[in-house]
């Protein structure tokens, strides 16, 4: 009976957390403190998002495994437990593929800015050369 007691609490204390942690899962804006031109600095920064992200959503996962492989142990709860555990994992896959989609953007504009200042060079040098001929 206290067995029993004891996984039910610590059940309820999973399925609170999981839930609320759902509702606090969004990808958010990149700071202020951040240029908005600065593509380098926002890559790492939704780069590090990614990462945490990544972090948590394995640790879901794990946990998914660990109620797949033993669901006896977690009593009623554990099928609340279970639908919890598939939607943070939903919205945490959600939210990784928004992150790494802001790395490649922010990444592919860093690109283009250096590419472009590189042919604004090459013309200046261009240009220099032939008044000096």
């Not at 908005?36 to 939704?46: C, G, S």
């Not at 802001?102 to 240009?127: F, G, P």
Request: net charge negative; glycine share 2%.
């Amino acid at each position: 009976m206290m067995k029993t007691l004891k996984v039910t609490a610590i059940a309820s204390l999973w399925v609170l957390s999981f839930a609320t942690t759902a509702v606090f899962a969004e990808a958010p804006v990149a700071p202020s403190n951040i240029n908005p031109n600065d593509h380098i600095t926002l890559a790492n920064y939704y780069d590090g998002l990614a990462k945490e992200v990544s972090v948590k959503l394995e640790t879901y996962r794990h946990d998914l495994q660990e109620y797949e492989d033993h669901p006896y142990t977690y009593g009623r709860q554990g099928q609340d437990l279970n639908s919890h555990l598939r939607a943070n994992i939903r919205e945490y896959s959600k939210e990784l593929a928004e992150d790494l989609e802001q790395v490649e953007l922010h990444k592919k504009m860093s690109s283009m800015e250096r590419n472009e200042q590189l042919n604004k060079a090459k013309a200046q040098i261009d240009v220099n050369e032939s008044v000096v001929r």
